[in-house]
């Protein structure tokens, strides 16, 4: 999922693709990570976001990179997990 967070990733697909069941995946998956299929995908998206935004990339671009609909996904998903904006994370001193 690391290096496929761009992709529209479904448990389902995730499941067949490794010949387990969808239950199976998503209790093994939250005991070994304590983070559902969904909650992981989110989080690594934002990793990659603040990559690309630390570089000086601009919201437009980094939410296309990241599998986002838009720059308002991105900041929807941003303020759900972070609770505050991308430009509001960016400015912290340990950002």
Known sequence: MEKHHAENIHAEELARALHIGRTTLMTSFK???GRT???YLTLC???HAVQ???MGKTLE???DQCGYADAGGLIRAFRRCYGMTPKEYMKKPDA
Do not use: C, K, N
């Open 52 to 54: 690309l935004l630390e």
């Open 45 to 47: 998206r934002l990793r």
């Open 61 to 63: 671009y980094a939410a």
């Open 31 to 33: 005991t070994h990570t």
């Open 37 to 39: 299929v969904g909650e």
